[in-house]
């Protein structure tokens, strides 16, 4: 006859269990021991049942030690099964040290790194280089790693900006971990010229053609002569109505205005192209190889290089990829990856027709340059000839072409 199965299920604590944690208790013999001393002890245990080798049941995972040794002072044979439910993954988890200690130390990093520079950005430049502006920013202690709260960002700008003569304005923003270097050139052009006192000034010789003006007080009129640098639209200006006849103010009145406009006269050119019968060119020779270096903070540690070490001439390229996380933070570290592509030069002399197809072009782009959208070419010549291994075009032409430079009327302004 096939033995009947009993089990004891306490529904409470299975589901207790599930969230404590718990692990399975076999018994081959003495279960009357056992669950004497459970008894006794008061240790709570469920789903008590017959096996084929002896008895089972469920405990929590914090009663685990002491039943185990309670079963051993008794010499009670039994097995205890593994951590089961809910802080089993976790329980696993902590038993890999190195993944745990990993966890920790990037938990450190973030934690600590909140007001710690790992990134520097700039905007705001045209020409002047932004590895040339960090550079010289970490004389005042603005590198990576440094703490954002020990940095007197007013002061150092204050003091940059002595320093520095191609800036006229920067600001160092702090966004999360990042610092955000803003600056502004003094040879870029405002983003609003406003309403600044200016004149409007020939920039050459010539033979007034038409004027069209939209500020200021004009000086000149069609036909009449100008000589360079003479005033042709005045930025003072006249308060009282001018030009009626028999009218005569003693004491006018005037304001300052921004002169705006254009002033077109008949001018003759002068434009000598000169190009050398010998050039340089840069060939590429197609080797290359990378260095790879992982950058922790300002740290570099080189960790992969292919090709040779170095070329005697070459372009450099270096690429940063940052690890970006939420709320506009990134890790300090990043991948650096540095191409070298090695090139010759090598000098090519040129043909008298080569020289002459380069000469025509560069004298087209100068002429398109200084007629602008409405100049007008009215005749043009051109000389040509090779000497001392250059090419020279020397053209002469006559156009129609604004000349009115705007110049502030205050040195201030300038």
Same mark, same amino acid.
């Given at each position: 006859?096939?033995k009947?199965t009993?089990? =004891?299920?306490?529904?409470a604590?299975?589901?207790?269990m599930?969230?404590?944690?718990? !692990? ?9 021991? @056992?669950?004497?001393?459970l008894? $006794?002890?008061?240790?709570r245990?469920?789903?008590?049942k ?10 929590? &995972?914090g ?11 008794? +010499?009670v ?8 439910g809910?802080?089993?993954?976790i329980?696993a &988890? ?15 990093? !973030?934690v600590?790194s909140?007001?710690v520079? /790992?990134?520097i950005?700039? @905007?705001?430049?045209?020409t002047?280089k ?6 010289? #920013?970490?004389?005042y202690?603005v ?13 150092? !700008?204050? +003091? ?8 006229? /304005?920067?600001?160092?923003?702090? *966004?999360?971990?990042? #610092? ?9 052009r405002?983003?609003s ?20 003006t ?6 000149v ?18 308060n ?5 006849e ?13 002169s705006?406009?254009? *002033?077109?006269?008949? $001018?003759?050119?002068?434009i000598?192209v ?5 050039? @340089?060119?840069?060939? =590429? ?34 690429? =940063? ?6 709320g ?5 570290? %990043?991948?650096?990856?540095?191409v070298?592509?090695? =090139? *010759?030069?090598?000098?090519?002399? &040129? ?18 340059? #200084? ?14 000839? !090779? ?7 020397k053209?002469?032409?006559? %156009? ?6 705007e ?8």
């Amino acid at each position: 006859m096939k033995k009947r199965t009993r089990t =004891y299920i306490n529904i409470a604590d299975m589901i207790l269990m599930f969230f404590f944690g718990y !692990c399975e208790v076999r018994v081959k013999d003495s279960f009357e021991k @056992t669950l004497n001393a459970l008894l $006794t002890l008061g240790i709570r245990f469920t789903k008590m049942k017959n096996t084929d080798s002896g008895v089972s049941f469920l405990i929590y &995972l914090g009663s685990r030690k002491k039943v185990s040794q309670i079963l051993s002072d008794q +010499d009670v044979v039994f097995s205890v099964s593994g951590a089961k439910g809910l802080p089993a993954p976790i329980i696993a &988890l902590s038993r890999r040290y190195g993944l745990v200690l990993g966890l920790l130390t990037v938990l450190t990093l !973030c934690v600590v790194s909140e007001r710690v520079v /790992w990134e520097i950005s700039v @905007t705001g430049n045209e020409t002047v280089k932004a590895a040339e502006i960090i550079s010289d #920013l970490e004389r005042y202690g603005v590198r990576h790693g440094a703490y954002i709260d020990s940095l007197d960002t007013y002061a150092i !700008c204050t +003091d940059y900006l002595l320093e520095n003569d191609k800036l006229s /304005w920067i600001r160092i923003n702090a *966004v999360g971990n990042r #610092l955000q270097v803003v600056v502004r050139e003094k040879n870029a052009r405002p983003e609003s010229e406003g309403e600044r006192p200016s004149n409007l000034v020939a920039a050459c010789d010539g033979l007034i053609y038409r004027v069209e003006t939209l500020g200021g007080q004009r000086l000149v009129y069609g036909g009449e002569s100008v000589l360079r640098g003479q005033i042709l639209v005045s930025g003072l200006v006249d308060n009282e109505l001018s030009g009626i006849e028999g009218v005569y103010i003693e004491n006018p009145s005037y304001r300052f205005e921004r002169s705006k406009g254009k *002033v077109f006269a008949i $001018t003759s050119e002068q434009i000598t192209v000169e190009i050398p019968m010998t050039v @340089t060119e840069k060939h =590429y020779t197609g080797e290359n190889h990378q260095k790879k270096s992982l950058i922790f903070f300002s740290k570099a540690i080189n960790f992969f290089l292919m090709g040779r070490n170095s070329y005697n001439s070459c372009d450099i390229i270096e690429v =940063y990829k940052y690890i970006e996380l939420p709320g506009e933070k990134v890790l300090p570290v %990043c991948i650096k990856n540095t191409v070298f592509k090695e =090139y *010759v030069e090598r000098e090519i002399s &040129l043909s008298e027709s080569q020289a002459a197809e380069l000469a025509e072009k560069e004298l087209a782009e100068k002429i398109s340059s #200084l007629l602008g959208d409405e100049g007008t070419l009215l005749s043009k010549s051109v000389e040509a000839y !090779c000497e001392d291994g250059i090419y020279t075009l020397k053209c002469s032409i006559g %156009c129609i072409r604004d000349i009115a430079v705007e110049t502030p009327l205050f040195s201030s302004d300038g």
